[in-house]
């Protein structure tokens, strides 16, 4: 079993990324931030982090977009503001199947959220800093399974919202 840590708009948070990253070394493969993490990319709190720009990450040094595969899925991550994520996911639907990802992690809008949209998984883990839409400020752990995707939602403490966690059969 492989998983992979999402957390996404921490917008300046330093202790609470390495917390994250200290709570669940050994646990998970790969950890992704979908950007607007406001640090550069020599600050030690965002290291070991795949990251992407976020609209709020000034001066560079992260890329737009990132892919990565792990178990056999491949793994699209873009913040989701040149995509006009807050309005529809048609765009980054037609980016995720221009590159074939099986799971697109975004962030931008700091709402939490997962839905299946033409096979692709789209996620996004809300904010640990300014959520939307809920009070919990929230990151994801996905559990990559043969045929499954097990989704488990954390508030910042570690605490699990048991009520949120969700299964989705997307075959490889």
Known sequence: MSKVLVVSDSHGLTKELEVLKERHKGEVELMIHCGDSELSPDDKAISGYLTVLGNCDFGGGYPLEATSEVA???????????????????????????????????????????????????????????????????????????????????????????????EFVIPK
Not at 88 to 102: G, I, Q, R, T
């Open 72 to 166: 056999g899925r491949k793994f699209l991550v873009a913040h989701g503001h040149r995509y006009s994520v807050k309005s529809s996911l048609m765009n980054l639907n037609y980016k995720a199947k221009e590159v074939k990802a099986d799971i697109v992690c975004f962030g931008h809008s700091h709402v939490l959220g997962a839905e299946v949209i033409d096979g692709i998984l789209f996620l996004n883990p809300g904010s640990i800093r300014l959520p939307r839409g809920r009070m919990e400020k929230t990151y994801v752990i996905l559990d990559l399974l043969d045929e499954k995707i097990k989704l488990s939602v954390f508030e910042i403490n570690g605490r699990e919202i048991t009520e949120l966690a969700r």
